[in-house]
């Protein structure tokens, strides 16, 4: 385990896990540790020995949203901040080239809950909640939240949620589809990594094809993920995990997807 003083940094059996680690404020987030998980998940994104990122909270939060003992005097308008610290964040996240999953340990508020809604895959321990908290100070949704939140649930709710800053709990967050899975509390760290753990078993390659197809095809017109789904399968056909699907399918045994990291084209 690595530690900065905001981001915990741990890796087993392909998972790469960054823990926000502020937790006497609920991991509300300074420039400090937004730029610090900006690092860490880009540096994810070259280490071949990384197949997953996990993103989580110390503590009985996930992330309160931005730190308001952070904002006055910081010499920065709110777009320039946002242009600096939030959006490089996200879009990160959106580009990285492997699965980001984002495990909502705790109430995840205001750019928390953007960043709870960014991840590819969702998981929530059962005491998690995510707040659209930004109205509460009057300001506007922020960090994808406005791109995200009426994908998922539609224009109205995602109003509803954003002008009453009411409190989303897990069960309602399943039911929404603001989350793929619902883990206990008590083992809610160990169902993570083995969630994850699965994940990094699948075709690495795939995976990251399948993740540049989904996020084109949310903006674009069905002709155009025609188009892109047959360029990005070409890729995907001509690499060693297609051939090694096959095989496994016709000798009737388990595809084994994952390689020595030192293999040459991992
Ligand atoms: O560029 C820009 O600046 C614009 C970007 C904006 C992005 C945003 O995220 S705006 C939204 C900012 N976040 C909030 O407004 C959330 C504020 N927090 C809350 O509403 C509540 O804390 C929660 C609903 C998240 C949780 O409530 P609860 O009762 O479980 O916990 P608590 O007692 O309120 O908080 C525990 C401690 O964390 C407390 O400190 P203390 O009293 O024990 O010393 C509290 O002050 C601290 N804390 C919680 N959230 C923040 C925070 N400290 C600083 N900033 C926070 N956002």
Known sequence: MTQT?????????????????RPDRLNAANDELLLALTDE???????????????TGAG?????????GDVSGRGMTFTEHLNATYNPLI?????????????VNGVAAGAGASL???????????????IEVFSNIALVPDSGSTWFLPRLVG??????????ADRVRADDALRLGLCEQVFPDDTFAQDVQAYA???????????????????????GTLDQALDEEARLQQLA????????????????????FVRDVNSPDQ
């Not at 880009?42 to 990122?53: E, I, K, N």
């Not at 753990?197 to 903006?219: G, I, S, V, W, Y």
């Open 5 to 21: 003083s905001v981001i915990a940094t741990h890796t087993r059996a392909g998972v790469r896990t960054l823990t926000l680690n």
């Open 41 to 55: 998940l880009r540096a994810a994104d070259t280490d071949s020995a990384v197949r997953v990122v996990v993103i």
């Open 60 to 68: 009985r939060g996930f992330c309160a949203g931005q730190d308001l």
């Open 91 to 103: 879009r990160t996240i959106r580009a990285l080239g492997k699965p980001v999953i984002t495990a």
């Open 116 to 130: 709870a809604l960014s991840g590819d895959i969702r998981l929530w321990a059962q005491s998690a909640s995510l």
């Open 155 to 164: 224009y109205h709710r995602a109003f509803e949620m954003m002008a009453l």
């Open 197 to 219: 753990e699965r994940l990094a078993a699948r075709p690495a390659n795939a995976l990251n094809l399948t993740k540049q197809a989904l996020n084109a095809a949310m903006t």
């Open 237 to 256: 056909g001509d690499h060693w995990e297609h051939e090694e699907g096959v095989s496994a399918f016709k000798e009737k045994r388990p595809a084994q």
